[in-house]
């Protein structure tokens, strides 16, 4: 069975930082493209970062210089820092693969405070 556990979120001012972590099923995550996505109510879940299997990198331009998507490939666990926080930033962050139809995680809460 295809698991994304996340864990790293939490309450920090504007400025902060905090690391988000998705450990993966083994079975999958050598082959995934992983993602982390946001996504605020009303709105619809946005993709933040993107990491390939080579390790190439995508980012959304409101985190470009301020988030650093990484894969830790023996650990079986991809990465987000997140740095110079901003209130707009406030989202339940979700961690996805994209192997066979896509799987997400159960999100973990991100709130930044003014």
């Known amino acids: 069975q295809v698991q994304l556990v996340e864990s790293g979120g939490g309450l920090v001012q504007a400025g902060g930082s905090l690391r988000l972590s998705c450990v993966a099923s083994r079975r999958i995550f050598s082959f995934s493209t992983m993602g982390w996505y946001r996504q605020v109510p009303g709105k619809q879940r946005e993709l933040v970062a993107s990491?390939?299997?080579?390790?190439?990198?995508n980012y959304a331009f409101s985190v470009e210089g301020r988030f650093t998507i990484s894969r830790d490939n023996a650990k079986n666990t991809v990465y987000l820092q997140m740095n110079s926080l901003k209130p707009e930033d406030t989202a339940v962050y979700y961690c996805?693969?994209?192997?066979?139809?896509?799987?997400w995680g159960q999100g973990t809460q991100v709130t930044v405070s003014s």
């Open positions: 996805n693969s994209n192997y066979g139809y896509g799987y």
């Open positions: 990491i390939t299997t080579g390790g190439s990198t």
